[in-house]
């Protein structure tokens, strides 16, 4: 690792996260008023992913209140010159850990009603709201303001300092003086946690590192309808994209700062300079893509789901599908797959939604004890299980999510990751899943901006010849 180079819906580049409007159940996840949707990806597709200005931004994204926000600049402004014991910064400190413990509770229910949500979900909301809190309005190529480093290294610190007391116990042999062997039992940190913890805090790092890495660059940015006069004399992403519709982008986003390069281009250094740190962010964002989807197949699949899934698998695919499925000898997914012509990320997640949805519903039909005649029982016992309709159903059900997922990596979180997130009582997941997605966001974040940069480089260059 350290040599690394929705409910139906999907969550361009970017990774949005908006609020939930209430605490109503929606869908199969119900998050609180200061939650954000579980999505994956900000996709063009996705009603998640509809911009804020900043204002909007400021007021809904931010996981703490005015005050709050108000305390961390203070303890921001103060940390380079900050005094052991410093009394001032002392109280801050304090006030700023009894609102986060009494939030933790709470679990974020202030009318202290016991209505609040469980702890792991109340962590997962709290790192996940930090991350839009601190990297929600940051568009562009260039290090994060450093009052908002000290923010984001001291509240995940905090958020994180729980994995520290998540242990498991072994059985260890010790050996007494007078030399009796004893069976005893150890604690040691959770196998899970000893693992992704270190490498998603060196992601962390890296990214941040990345991010640095572009304090002076050869571009620069200018807001949509701020263009200076000699703008002709400078390369946009907008412009340029009224003027040369090759390559296709996909539709600009019109929240994000134009991307200006001068007009001899950018040096071969500094070519070199996008690409290299692209690689790198796109590794990093293939590391954590990684720990989130192991963490997420480890958690269980609540109850709510399974009773949510329809009685037959063929209701949930559709007859057309279904059809191809059971009567196709040699069943090709990739085959299927194209035949389906998926034509947006939002059809690719409805399908991912069906394909898991009739997938499960197979299994569970294929475990449902049924009443047989005699006759069938015994071919029962001949046969191999495999063979069984509901079984090879199944089976081919997950290789077409499988193919699905292969082919839209950057896909949202489909109906049963979310259900899964909201559901977890496991804190140690919840920090693990939250921590890498927000990474997973970031990296893929970093590695659209470079792509931004380098596609105005490349386009100016057309332009000239």
């Given at each position: 690792?350290?040599?690394?180079?929705?409910?139906?819906?999907?969550?361009?580049?970017?990774?949005?996260?908006?609020?939930?409007?209430?605490?109503?159940?929606?869908?199969?996840?119900?998050?609180?008023?200061?939650?954000?949707?579980?999505?994956?990806?900000?996709?063009?597709?996705?009603?998640?992913?509809?911009?804020?200005?900043?204002?909007?931004?400021?007021?809904?994204?931010?996981?703490?209140?005015?005050?709050?926000?108000?305390?961390?600049?203070?303890?921001?402004?103060?940390?380079?010159?900050?005094?052991?014991?410093?009394?001032?910064?002392?109280?801050?400190?304090?006030?700023?850990?009894?609102?986060?413990?009494?939030?933790?509770?709470?679990?974020?229910?202030?009318?202290?009603?016991?209505?609040?949500?469980?702890?792991?979900?109340?962590?997962?909301?709290?790192?996940?709201?930090?991350?839009?809190?601190?990297?929600?309005?940051?568009?562009?190529?260039?290090?994060?303001?450093?009052?908002?480093?000290?923010?984001?290294?001291?509240?995940?610190?905090?958020?994180?300092?729980?994995?520290?007391?998540?242990?498991?116990?072994?059985?260890?042999?010790?050996?007494?003086?007078?030399?009796?062997?004893?069976?005893?039992?150890?604690?040691?940190?959770?196998?899970?946690?000893?693992?992704?913890?270190?490498?998603?805090?060196?992601?962390?790092?890296?990214?941040?590192?990345?991010?640095?890495?572009?304090?002076?660059?050869?571009?620069?940015?200018?807001?949509?309808?701020?263009?200076?006069?000699?703008?002709?004399?400078?390369?946009?992403?907008?412009?340029?994209?009224?003027?040369?519709?090759q390559p296709q982008r996909k539709?600009?986003?019109?929240?994000?700062?134009?991307?200006?390069?001068?007009?001899?281009?950018?040096?071969?250094?500094?070519?070199?300079?996008?690409?290299?740190?692209?690689?790198?962010?796109?590794?990093?964002?293939?590391?954590?893509?990684?720990?989130?989807?192991?963490?997420?197949?480890?958690?269980?699949?609540?109850?709510?789901?399974?009773?949510?899934?329809?009685?037959?698998?063929?209701?949930?695919?559709?007859?057309?599908?279904?059809?191809?499925?059971?009567?196709?000898?040699?069943?090709?997914?990739?085959?299927?797959?194209?035949?389906?012509?998926?034509?947006?990320?939002?059809?690719?997640?409805?399908?991912?939604?069906?394909?898991?949805?009739?997938?499960?519903?197979?299994?569970?039909?294929?475990?449902?004890?049924?009443?047989?005649?005699?006759?069938?029982?015994?071919?029962?016992?001949?046969?191999?299980?495999?063979?069984?309709?509901?079984?090879?159903?199944?089976?081919?059900?997950?290789?077409?999510?499988?193919?699905?997922?292969?082919?839209?990596?950057?896909?949202?979180?489909?109906?049963?990751?979310?259900?899964?997130?909201?559901?977890?009582?496991?804190?140690?997941?919840?920090?693990?899943?939250?921590?890498?997605?927000?990474?997973?966001?970031?990296a893929f974040n970093v590695v659209a901006?470079?792509?931004?940069?380098?596609?105005?480089?490349?386009?100016?260059?057309?332009?000239?010849?």
């Amino acid at each position: 690792m350290d040599n690394i180079s929705s409910p139906d819906e999907s969550p361009d580049v970017g990774y949005g996260y908006q609020p939930s409007p209430s605490t109503e159940t929606t869908g199969l996840s119900t998050l609180s008023g200061n939650s954000f949707a579980y999505c994956r990806t900000n996709s063009e597709t996705s009603a998640f992913s509809e911009h804020t200005d900043e204002n909007s931004c400021s007021e809904t994204a931010s996981p703490m209140s005015s005050r709050s926000l108000k305390v961390l600049s203070r303890l921001g402004m103060r940390q380079h010159k900050t005094i052991a014991g410093d009394p001032e910064t002392i109280n801050l400190e304090l006030e700023l850990m009894k609102e986060r413990f009494s939030k933790l509770l709470l679990g974020e229910d202030m009318s202290g009603g016991g209505k609040g949500v469980a702890t792991a979900v109340t962590i997962s909301n709290s790192i996940t709201n930090l991350y839009a809190s601190m990297f929600g309005q940051h568009q562009r190529l260039e290090p994060l303001h450093p009052d908002k480093i000290i923010m984001w290294k001291r509240e995940m610190n905090c958020l994180l300092s729980v994995c520290d007391y998540i242990v498991e116990y072994v059985s260890t042999s010790q050996r007494l003086q007078d030399g009796t062997t004893v069976e005893a039992l150890t604690s040691r940190p959770r196998s899970d946690i000893h693992i992704n913890l270190p490498a998603l805090r060196k992601l962390d790092a890296m990214l941040l590192e990345i991010l640095d890495s572009f304090e002076a660059t050869e571009f620069w940015y200018a807001e949509q309808g701020s263009m200076s006069n000699n703008s002709t004399r400078v390369g946009s992403f907008r412009k340029v994209i009224q003027v040369l519709p090759q390559p296709q982008r996909k539709e600009e986003k019109w929240w994000s700062p134009v991307v200006c390069v001068p007009s001899g281009g950018i040096s071969e250094k500094g070519r070199k300079h996008l690409r290299h740190k692209r690689d790198c962010a796109n590794q990093i964002h293939k590391a954590a893509m990684a720990i989130n989807s192991s963490i997420l197949a480890e958690m269980e699949i609540p109850e709510s789901y399974m009773t949510s899934l329809p009685k037959s698998g063929k209701a949930s695919v559709g007859d057309s599908i279904y059809r191809h499925m059971y009567s196709a000898e040699k069943f090709s997914p990739e085959h299927l797959l194209d035949s389906l012509k998926i034509s947006s990320e939002h059809e690719a997640l409805e399908l991912a939604d069906k394909f898991e949805a009739s997938m499960y519903t197979w299994r569970r039909k294929s475990c449902m004890p049924q009443a047989k005649s005699s006759w069938v029982m015994v071919k029962d016992l001949v046969s191999d299980d495999r063979t069984d309709k509901n079984n090879v159903l199944a089976e081919r059900a997950e290789s077409l999510l499988f193919c699905l997922k292969q082919r839209y990596p950057e896909l949202s979180q489909t109906t049963l990751d979310t259900s899964k997130i909201h559901f977890n009582r496991d804190v140690g997941k919840a920090i693990l899943e939250s921590y890498s997605r927000v990474l997973e966001s970031l990296a893929f974040n970093v590695v659209a901006w470079i792509e931004d940069v380098l596609f105005v480089v490349k386009t100016m260059k057309k332009q000239e010849e």
